[in-house]
């Protein structure tokens, strides 16, 4: 679905990184996980189509920017004069490719997100985490393909976080979407993701790649101490 070879990344002279290369098969969830002003956000964006990158070369089963692709971005790109349920549907209105939304999937959608009381509400009505959950579902009811995610549950408080990153992975894989999330959690990449790729300090390069196990999903089990303290080695030793 999606394949990254050699790419590389330079602002003037500072080079931000080099030499990353990724494959995300369909079905697949990679998390991007490093320190901050390394360079995962351009990656996504390099992905979207959204930025030139400097070498190497990005390609996708699908056109980006499209209708199959599906991007969260930090700012959530909500838009202040509409409400809720027009924030989430308003891409099927500009996009006649995307086809028509089903009123009542958006409406058990809200719930999923346990936003059913906000579905009128103004974006300037709601709270961080509340604005948080509907680019979230936003991103998801399109159905795309390719799903690229820039903390997507950043601004969330820590339960909330644990009750919905079960529920984002579960509707991930129902989609069978290639997946690319970026984060600065452990524990959130360890529960969400298949595969991890931690990324050292600019210039920035790949320094390891691991694959949680089941067990570590479960967020109090020792297994998943265990792979938070791992990646934190990782991230250490490569810094």
């Not at 998390?31 to 996708?60: D, E």
Request: proline share 4%; net charge negative; hydrophobic share 45%.
């Amino acid at each position: 679905m999606l394949k990254i070879k050699n790419l590389s990344l330079t602002f003037g002279e500072r080079a931000i990184f080099d030499d990353i290369n990724m494959d995300v098969a369909e079905g697949e969830i990679v998390a991007l996980l490093g320190p901050s002003g390394c360079g995962k956000t351009s990656i996504l964006n390099i992905i979207a189509g959204f930025l030139s990158p400097s070498g190497g070369s990005v390609s996708t089963e699908i056109d980006c920017p499209g209708p199959r692709l599906g991007y969260m971005r930090q700012d959530h790109g909500l838009l202040p004069w509409l409400n809720a349920f027009d924030n989430a549907t308003l891409a099927f209105r500009l996009d006649s490719e995307r086809g028509t939304y089903d009123a009542q999937k958006v409406r058990n959608l809200f719930e999923k997100f346990d936003l059913g009381e906000c579905i009128h509400s103004f974006p300037q009505q709601m709270s961080g985490g509340q604005r948080q959950r509907l680019a979230l579902l936003r991103t998801l009811l399109g159905e795309p393909q390719l799903l690229l995610m820039d903390e997507p549950l950043g601004h969330l408080d820590a339960a909330l976080r644990i009750e919905l990153v079960h529920q984002v992975r579960g509707m991930i894989m129902e989609l069978n979407a290639a997946a690319v999330i970026v984060t600065h959690q452990m524990d959130e990449a360890v529960l969400l993701a298949g595969r991890i790729l931690v990324l050292g300090e600019t210039p920035t390069r790949l320094i390891a790649s691991e694959v949680p196990s089941g067990k570590a999903r479960n967020f109090f089990s020792m297994a998943h101490a265990a792979r938070q303290e791992d990646i934190l080695s990782f991230i250490r030793g490569g810094a």
